[in-house]
């Protein structure tokens, strides 16, 4: 059986409760707000390193 993708069915329950698309979108920029700042808190040092490592590689990396 597949795997169903999360953030689509949370969209479709928000679309089903009515709401328009800005409402949503306006919904998840606060998630994502708070959403950062806790996941920051909960990495370690080691942790945080090496996602920044990965971003670096990913953004120099790249020849254009």
């Not at 993708?5 to 698309?21: D, F, I, P, Q, T």
């Amino acid at each position: 059986m597949a795997k169903k993708n999360s953030a689509a069915v949370r969209l479709g329950k928000l679309r089903m409760k009515g709401l328009s698309k800005g409402e949503i979108q306006e919904l998840g920029r606060k998630g994502g707000l708070k959403g950062g700042k806790k996941r920051a808190a909960s990495l370690t040092k080691g942790e945080r390193s090496e996602i920044a490592k990965k971003a670096a590689a990913a953004r120099w990396g790249k020849k254009g």
